[in-house]
């Protein structure tokens, strides 16, 4: 009767000892290769990912372009974006972002036409111009002079936060030089010389948009209480203030259109009757 085999003990070699650190080194360069491998593969990944989605986005605006037939960028179409938008959200509302996203393009785009916000509020100010009226021919120069300039401060008080930016970002359109030409032909009807003339429309223009930016903020708290209160302070305390309390509320009589004409009349006597040194 065959007896059963002994159990064999596994062969290993004796003759080289067992080392743990060999082990957990052979290990570690394991985990490092499947680590490269897994980095190398998910590189790949997003780069063929993205590469994708930027052939679609390609496709898409190529194939939107077609769809909508959309018209070449240019200055106009930028301040006609412009335009709606301070209709829509006032002027803080206007930035280079919006108006890009509104045409579906980028803002580096937008400042190929407008250089910066400034000029581009110079813009939008020469587009409400358009609507002036130059043709005027009631009475004297002088008062279509006061009459121009009344329809021009209306224009702004229309905008009264273009109105503010006026006074920085100045236009220089079209319709800009239309209005400086006819003040310039009305000075010139009324004999001033060229000289004060040509320095003497920059003040009339800076007293009218001046105005027009004193209305936007009174309108925007509401008038300026505070001021009477000041002038009733001062008047009562005659001491401190003579001058004003002897001309007391005159300071501020008159009508709004009364103070304006007198005004006029005075830049323009100035104007006219001070030659450049």
Avoid: C
């Avoid at 003990?9 to 897994?38: K, V």
């Amino acid at each position: 009767m065959a007896r059963n085999p002994e159990p064999r003990e596994p062969r290993r070699d004796r003759d080289i000892p067992f080392d743990p650190m060999d082990l957990r080194a052979e290990l570690r360069r394991e985990t490092q290769l499947l680590r490269d491998e897994f980095k190398e593969e998910w590189r790949r990944a997003v780069a063929e990912g993205l590469a994708g989605m930027r052939d679609e986005r390609a496709a898409d605006m190529r194939g939107r372009g077609r769809r909508s037939g959309r018209e070449p960028l240019s200055r106009d179409r930028v301040v006609d974006t412009a335009m709606d938008l301070m209709d829509k959200h006032g002027l803080d509302g206007v930035t280079m972002r919006r108006i890009a996203m509104k045409l579906e393009t980028g803002p580096a785009s937008i400042y190929v036409h407008v250089r910066s916000m400034a000029e581009l509020h110079g813009h939008m100010l020469d587009r409400i111009l358009a609507s002036l009226d130059l043709n005027d021919s009631e009475g004297d120069w002088r008062a279509r002079v006061a009459r121009l300039l009344d329809r021009y401060v209306a224009l702004l008080d229309a905008h009264p936060e273009l109105a503010i930016s006026a006074m920085a970002a100045r236009p220089s359109g079209h319709h800009y030089l239309a209005l400086v030409e006819r003040l310039l032909a009305l000075m010139a009807e009324g004999g001033v010389p060229d000289g004060q003339r040509s320095w003497g429309v920059d003040l009339l223009l800076l007293w009218a948009t001046a105005g027009a930016v004193e209305n936007a903020e009174r309108a925007e708290v509401g008038g300026l209480p505070s001021d009477w209160d000041a002038l009733r302070t001062a008047m009562a305390n005659g001491e401190t203030y003579p001058n004003i309390t002897t001309i007391g509320i005159d300071l501020v009589g008159g009508t709004p259109a009364q103070r304006d004409r007198w005004a006029i009349d005075a830049l323009l006597n100035g104007i006219a009757g001070t030659p450049r040194a």
